[in-house]
């Protein structure tokens, strides 16, 4: 379970970090068995940006509960280097869609969580959590409580909680469906320059194709259930990027191209609402 | 943006709390005088409606004497040590409720049915088990105050926000660091609310034994003055407790219970 076992090979010579074997889950509902996530496979290469989208109610959440050991009764293996996933590991660093600050802490409190539970000496602590806060860029408000930020500085709070443990693999569950669109372009921003300056492997969960399309390297497309794998799209817009990227024709196609496997899914999503209705 | 929002927030609480402490001001002043009039009218009888000059005399000679404070700490001890007892095991068990969804399935209609119900009745049996000493008065605060801080405790922790559970424990945190770093301060406002109404009804328990049977303490005090019909003196003696209860409440406030929130 400890980190040793992964110290041995250098990342960049190992062709994937984390990998999803035939994975499935079946919840047992009041109208019978549903299966959320079906036999879905897939890996995440150092250094990438990968997401992972598909409709609501597609099982996206319970793969990344899943990904993030808080699931364990699942079928199929996550690996992390050598390592299989069984409860929360080291290297994974959760970011959830729910507000998940503590709202009696401070933000650099907050920041400083995960160095307490690791027994981090408190100068250390401190330093490496204002490093944290300044990248997501939050210097002036260490000693603010949640209460008083906005929505997108509490999210940004909750992204540099977790980068402070430093994971290989930073697990994002569509952290900002809670905001506006402008809020999500500007923040979407700051992800690319931190993922750009920590060459952080990332993999985000995300409804959202636009936001998808601007971040990543390759979107993994699901179905609406079963949530089966439908389509891998590798996303060839020049990088560093910015939120610029938005406006050109060739992220046009691939939003376009994206819809057009989603809109079959979704449309199954919306008729299913609507008839439990 | 929000900090100008804050300060005209602000600015209306002040304003607000002017006209707050006006109207709070005028009903004192209201009732002191309307009770001046009733005694100085002669309607009542005048011994069971001293007027003010006689009440505030009594007060200075009460204030005066060492057996008062005597007293007075016999209460606030009987009363201290009642919120100590019953406070620790509401908690406890306020927990265990809360965190047990079985546990609390069995148990927790007991606490409800038994909770509205007047501790008193349960005095005599008291005074049999601990005598007639503190010991009994300490026994009623605990019973009564045992009811709002467990119901409390077991509500604070089914509102754990589930999410700050999940990030304690995708940081890998341990049993204890779960319960020192998320859920005790999460809990923390909401017990603090107990803790306060607690401290409340452990003085109505304590007081009420004490004026039932006893020896020592404030309730004790009240009922020989009444028994021998000095009012002013027991008139005296309840401004007292109303400061006394006033400022516990101030200290159970100022630790806690008004933690910032989202």
Redesign the interface.
Same mark, same amino acid.
């Given at each position: 379970m400890s980190q040793a076992s992964g110290s041995g090979t250098p990342m960049s010579d190992r062709k994937h970090v984390l990998s999803a074997d035939n994975v499935s889950k079946k919840f047992d509902t009041a109208e019978g068995p549903v299966v959320a996530v079906d036999n879905i496979s897939f890996d995440v290469r150092p250094g990438e940006f990968l997401s992972v989208i598909g409709p609501s109610g597609c099982g996206k959440s319970t793969l990344f509960n899943i990904i993030g050991g808080l699931t364990p009764d699942h079928d199929g293996t996550v690996t992390v280097g050598n390592e299989v996933v069984r409860g929360p590991h080291p290297s994974i660093g959760m970011v959830f869609q729910e507000e998940s600050t503590f709202p009696w802490r401070t933000v650099i409190d907050n920041v400083c969580f995960p160095l307490e539970i690791a027994h981090v000496p408190k100068a250390e602590r401190l330093d490496k959590a204002r490093h944290f806060i300044n990248l997501v860029g939050l210097n002036g408000f260490e000693n603010r409580h949640p209460s008083e930020l906005s929505g997108g500085m509490r999210q940004r709070v909750a992204i540099a909680r977790t980068l402070v443990s430093q994971p290989k693999i930073l697990l994002m569950d569509e952290p900002f469906a809670a905001l506006d669109e402008q809020t999500r372009l500007l923040l979407g921003d700051k992800v690319l320059q931190i993922q750009q300056e920590l060459k952080q492997t990332t993999l985000l969960i995300t409804h959202n194709i636009t936001e998808a399309v601007q971040l990543s390297d390759r979107i993994l497309v699901m179905t609406y259930r079963p949530g089966k794998l439908k389509r891998m799209v590798d996303i060839d817009l020049p990088r560093p990027r910015t939120s610029d990227v938005v406006s050109s024709p060739a992220f046009g196609a691939y939003v376009a191209r994206i819809w057009g496997d989603l809109r079959e899914e979704a449309s199954r999503g919306m008729q299913d609402s609507e008839r439990a209705r | 943006m929000?900090s100008a929002d804050g300060m005209k927030g602000r600015a209306r609480a002040a304003g607000a709390g002017i006209g707050v402490m006006q109207v709070r001001i005028v009903l004192l002043v209201s009732l002191l005088a309307a009770w001046e009039i009733m005694a100085r009218s002669g309607l009542l009888y005048r011994d069971v409606v001293p007027p003010l000059e006689t009440i505030g005399w009594a007060l200075v000679v009460l204030l005066s004497s060492q057996a008062f404070y005597w007293n007075l700490g016999v209460t606030i001890a009987e009363v201290l040590a009642a919120l100590a007892i019953g406070g620790s095991v509401g908690f406890m068990t306020g927990v265990l409720l809360g965190g047990s969804r079985f546990f609390g399935r069995a148990l927790e209609p007991y606490i409800y049915y038994l909770g509205p119900t007047p501790k008193i009745i349960f005095f005599p049996i008291m005074i049999m088990w601990f005598g007639v000493g503190p010991g009994s008065k300490i026994a009623m605060g605990a019973v009564s105050c045992f009811f709002p801080i467990a119901l409390s405790a077991a509500a604070s922790m089914r509102q754990i926000?589930t999410?700050?559970i %999940?990030?304690? %424990?995708?940081?890998?945190?341990n049993g204890w660091?779960m319960a020192m770093?998320?859920y005790l301060?999460?809990m923390?406002p909401s017990v603090m609310n107990g803790i306060r109404l607690g401290l409340g009804i452990a003085i109505i328990g304590t007081l009420l034994a004490e004026t039932k049977l006893s020896n020592r303490g404030i309730g004790y005090l009240i009922m020989q003055a009444y028994s021998i019909f000095d009012m002013p003196r027991m008139y005296a003696l309840l401004i007292t407790l109303f400061a006394f209860a006033i400022g516990a409440n101030a200290i159970v406030g100022r630790f806690g219970g008004h933690?910032?929130?989202?």
């Open positions: - | 929000a926000d999410v700050l %999940r990030v304690g %424990r995708s940081f890998r945190a660091q770093k998320i301060p999460a923390r933690t910032t929130g989202k």
